[in-house]
């Protein structure tokens, strides 16, 4: 119960250091929104370079999209098997059942050997990802610019008690 405190603090500092550095509400949620919605790319292993030139590409804040990037990592994982199925219904194609345990083994023996050996289930997967993109970049950036619109003011005054 700690740690969550603990994650719960530091996201508030980090949000803090960000907004006092002169970014936003509506820019901050921008740019989280971006970095959650691309963390959950299907391909393991791409989304810190994606985000990086997305970043660098639209002239956006580098730590914070990387921030919102790692913060989302999980959900990429967890998020492949729905992207999967989007994508096989939408193009109508019909894979063999592919576990969670194969998919990470396959990972663990290298990532160019993963996509090497599922290129199929990630193309399928990306065509999922990339219907899925639009709704959840919208929904994820409206509830983040009003939450930060209101809250915003709050976070730059607080003080977040930082370990030493």
Not at 37 to 55: E, Q, R, W
Not at 136 to 143: G, K, W
Request: hydrophobic share 55%; with cysteine; charged share 10%.
């Amino acid at each position: 119960m700690q740690k969550f405190f603990n994650f719960k603090s530091n996201v508030a500092l980090s949000l803090s250091k960000l907004l006092k550095q002169g970014l936003s509400p509506f820019k901050l949620a921008l740019v989280i929104a971006l970095g959650i919605t691309l963390s959950v790319f299907p391909i393991l292993g791409t989304t810190t370079i994606i985000c990086t030139l997305v970043a660098l590409l639209f002239h956006l804040n580098l730590p914070a999209i990387q921030l919102a990037n790692y913060a989302a990592f999980p959900l990429q994982v967890i998020l492949f098997f729905p992207f999967l199925k989007l994508g096989e219904k939408l193009s109508e194609i019909s894979l063999d059942p592919l576990s969670k345990v194969q998919l990470i083994s396959t990972f663990e023996e290298g990532v160019f050997h993963a996509i090497q050996e599922l290129s199929r289930y990630l193309i399928i997967a990306c065509l999922g990802w990339s219907l899925a993109f639009l709704p959840i970049f919208t929904i994820l950036f409206f509830c983040l610019w009003i939450i930060l619109k209101n809250y915003g003011p709050i976070l730059v005054q607080s003080k977040v008690p930082h370990k030493a």
